[in-house]
């Protein structure tokens, strides 16, 4: 979870801006893209001589964690909230140094746009994943980077708007919007691609596991391993305990869940 942190020296600086007649919050933004631009240059560069320095972008190393139960090559995942394809990946590595193949979902569309061109050997698709009731065709979700939502995601409306601000406030100030998008069922998704085996499942989507899970037939489709981030860790044990079993708790808020 990313967390907004206050710091004078930052205060300073837009004190400084303002009289300058400088917009801060634009300014800092600029200076992020540019920084990611020379990261993405360096990390190709090293890629190119098979060298992964660069190139583990999950947090707090979980990718280390998950290698304990994914040893293998050429394996497939699945990564539901997948951002641009890389920051925070949880399926980065497996792709670049280990041969793995999958499908990517993300539904805030200038993300989906910079995951295809980040992530040109995996299946990208540009939609928000819901239970199997769902009727409505689209949905409206929130942007704000890595902690963007569907709406109503959190029931308190003023509790959700200050989590989209504070989000798009520790990610360099990001301009936060709402936006329409696809509803589909991950069991949709995986029926059109005839997925026949699901090595690795993360779902990372800010508060909206259970519904993503409710859109997913395990009686067709059981992933051998499910790294779920949740705050509503009961809600999901409850749901998935005829099939699953918790084996680790990865981080605060990340869960690596085992087919029985």
């Not at 293998?72 to 670049?96: C, D, H, M, R, W």
């Not at 919007?177 to 779902?203: M, N």
């Not at 859109?215 to 999901?236: A, C, H, V, W």
Request: hydrophobic residues 40%; charged residues 25%; aromatic residues 14%.
């Amino acid at each position: 979870m990313l967390t907004p942190k206050s710091k004078p020296i930052a205060i300073i600086f837009k004190k400084i801006f303002t009289l300058a007649g400088i917009d801060y919050f634009s300014f800092r933004l600029k200076i992020a893209r540019f920084q990611q631009k020379i990261e993405k240059i360096i990390r190709r560069v090293f890629e190119a001589v098979n060298l992964d320095f660069f190139s583990k972008p999950s947090i707090l190393n979980m990718h280390e964690k998950i290698l304990k139960y994914l040893p293998y090559s050429n394996g497939f995942f699945i990564e539901v909230g997948a951002n641009n394809g890389f920051n925070q990946s949880n399926t980065y590595y497996l792709e670049k140094f280990r041969n793995w193949k999958g499908i990517l979902i993300e539904g805030i569309p200038e993300l989906y746009q910079e995951c295809l061109i980040e992530r040109p050997q995996s299946e990208v698709i540009n939609c928000a994943l819901v239970s199997e009731d769902f009727a409505e065709p689209c949905v409206t979700m929130k942007y704000a980077g890595l902690m963007s939502l569907v709406n109503g995601t959190l029931e308190d409306q003023e509790q959700e708007q200050i989590y989209i601000q504070n989000g798009a406030m520790v990610q360099g100030y990001l301009s936060s919007y709402e936006i329409e998008v696809p509803a589909r069922t991950l069991t949709s998704i995986l029926d059109q691609y005839d997925v026949k085996e699901i090595d690795f499942f993360s779902l990372d989507v800010e508060g909206f596991e259970l519904s993503v899970l409710q859109g997913l037939d395990f009686n067709k489709y059981r992933p051998k391993y499910m790294l779920i981030e949740t705050s509503f860790k009961k809600d999901i044990d409850d749901y998935l305990k005829k099939y699953y079993i918790e084996i680790e708790q990865l981080t605060v808020h990340d869960y690596l869940y085992q087919l029985k």
